[in-house]
């Protein structure tokens, strides 16, 4: 099923929780809302479930306005952060549950149902949990039946609310890649809330980032993550050094580093910042750039991360710049030594407006 | 070094001890000694005195009306009691702070005052005096007065118990149980009613023990006429200016006995139900994740 959102606001009191949103999810999309707290995302998915009723604007499922329709009707599947299984039932009277609340003509004999359950726990993995309680599974056990749950009745779209956000970083991965796999089988619509770039990069087809109950930008996580708008999605989707951008005889520069381009030039604004990735910093000898000092090195894994504080900028705001490990292996950068710096890319905004 | 953290463990170990010594008199001179003095007071003339003064017809009619009162209170505010629960904690409305202040006011209200403002209601020269008089219903010292009176001042037992346990499970259970597909009335029952039900237990148990106990509202409108508008309590007074302080007691004993079992009722309730420790844990792990 299709979704469309034409014209979407929502006050909570004096807060504008989202303001003016269109957005279109075609039938088998995965999509994520991506934001910081309080952005509008949450409100946005609950709007589109029926769990909020939105003050303006309407919400299309399959070009039919359903803005009105109550949550019962809308056929989605809704999986919360914190799973909310209902705890006096066994695992399997909670997937059971969506099947033996239908009207008697609609529901499945108890043969069907015992069938159907089982089949979904299967699929996620949890065949031998059937008579265990929720507060005798883990974390992502328990969001294993949340999604089990949902997916008992058949929905059209799939609606989860920042589904990894309570469990370790090692379930949610495997979690992560759990339900790429299942929307790919299974062909559903899908919406999921999240606040970590990560998540949405590794999972969505397509993300939407929201700032202030706006949509700041919306395309595929390579274009979203390379070609940001704004320095806010360019901030949110990843680590940025941000350093002062100064014009001086017609040319642009950052530090010593003349970033001049025709875009960079173009504004004619005097306030711009760059925004620069750690690893589109490259980190070569003294004399061969913008002279830095190493102030700290960690080895992160397969990377390693540096902090440098380069000539004429505060010790206390020092860049940072990523390298690999084998690199690093290499050529051993050590704390108070001398490399000199430049940069494979950067974009340049002015303060607080879009891209330039 | 090692002496002085000695003799701190030894000062902690005695404070602990002083702590629950005082507890323990405490109790015992303010709550054990009273109950036990009203059954030694029951028993003081023999257990053949005690069975004639509660198989008496005047304490039997007591007995039965204040079953009865009860009967009727405790529904009523069973149902009050999960109405408002559910409109405080799960939605959010005008005149909610209003609302939870006004299921405070038979707490802060002496229940005195709670009896004499039904008379001002319904008495002979009250608002709707005249009215019921013209249609010959009684109130006022008459047993739908006792019943209003109890229901007033047992008012808040229930809701104020329903409402932290249903604020702290939130919303997400039933929204769950809409979007699969359930109405209303089969995610009250199947969803809610379940995850409150302990809870409610509870608050029906407290409510009845005070509905069955309540003296004073229920003093001013009853009447004190004998073997009609007498409940236990208002007996047991009765018998006691009587000088009858064997029957009193032994009333009073029954009244005591019907409250005992109330709690031990509620303990077997906790002790039964491991849900219950677990419950609690669920709503502070719950409260713990919503801090961070």
Known sequence: MSIALRGIGKQFG????????????????????????????????????????PDEGHVLFDGRDATLWPIRDRNVGFVFQHYALFRHMSVFENVAFGLKVKPRRERPTAAEIRKKV??????????????????????????????????????????????????????????????RRLHDELHFTSIFVTHDQQEAIEVADTIVVLNQG???????????????????????????????????????????????????????????????????????????????????????????????????????????AEISRERYEGERFNVGQKVGLRFRRWQVYPTGGAAA | MAAAEASQGRRARAGRLLLIVVALLFLGLFLALPLLVVFVQALAKGVSTYIVAISDPVAWSAIKLTLLVA?????????????????????????????????????????????????????????????LRL??????????????????????????????????????????????????????????????????????????????????????????????TNTMPLHVEILYNEYNYAAAFAVASLLALLALLTLAGKSILEWRQPELRHAARHARDRTRREKT
């Open chain 1, 118 to 179: 089982h089949s979904l726990l299967e699929l996620v993995q949890l065949d031998w949990a059937g008579e265990r309680y929720p507060a005798q599974l883990s974390g992502g056990q328990r969001q294993r039946v949340a999604l089990a749950r949902a997916l008992a009745v058949d929905p059209d779209v799939l609606l989860l609310d920042e589904p990894f956000g309570a469990l370790d970083s090692q379930v949610r991965h495997e979690l992560r890649r759990w339900l």
């Open chain 2, 135 to 228: 249609h010959h219903i009684h109130v006022i010292f008459a047993v739908p007065g006792i019943v209003l009176a109890t229901i007033f001042v047992t008012f808040p037992f229930i809701a104020r118990e329903l409402i932290p346990v249903m604020q702290a499970q939130g919303k997400d259970d039933e929204e769950t149980a809409l979007s699969l597909g359930a109405t209303g009335w089969q995610t009250f029952w199947r969803v809610t009613l379940p995850n409150i039900r302990w809870g409610l237990m509870y608050g029906v148990l407290l409510c009845n023990a005070r509905a069955m106990g309540e003296f004073g509202a229920v003093s001013v409108v009853s009447g004190h006429v004998r073997g009609l």
């Open chain 1, 214 to 320: 706006r949509i700041e930008q919306c395309g595929v996580p390579s274009e979203v993550y390379d070609l940001p708008t704004s320095a806010f999605v360019h901030r949110f989707l990843g680590q940025v050094n941000e350093l002062p951008v100064i014009l001086r005889d017609g040319r642009a520069f950052v530090g010593p580093i003349d970033i001049s381009t025709a875009a960079t030039l173009g504004t004619g604004a005097v306030n711009n910042i760059a925004l620069i990735r750690p690893h589109e910093i490259e980190i070569g000898p003294e004399a061969a750039g913008w002279p830095a000092t190493v102030i700290a090195v960690r080895v992160i894994g397969p990377i390693v991360r540096l902090e440098l504080c380069a000539a004429g900028q505060p010790v206390n705001e020092p860049l940072e």
């Open chain 1, 14 to 53: 004096e807060f504008a929780a989202v303001k003016n949103i269109d957005l279109d999810v075609p039938t088998g999309a995965l999509i994520a809302l991506l934001g910081p707290s309080g952005c509008g995302k949450t409100t946005l998915l609950r709007i589109i479930a029926g769990l909020e009723s």
């Open chain 2, 71 to 131: 009967a009727i209170a405790v529904p009523c505010n069973l149902v009050f009691g999960v109405a408002a629960a559910w409109a405080i904690a799960k939605f959010e409305f005008r005149g909610k702070s209003t609302l939870i202040t006004l299921i405070d006011l038979p707490f802060a209200v002496s229940p005195v005052i709670a009896g004499l403002v039904f008379i001002l209601l319904f008495g002979a020269r009250g608002w709707f005096g005249p009215y």
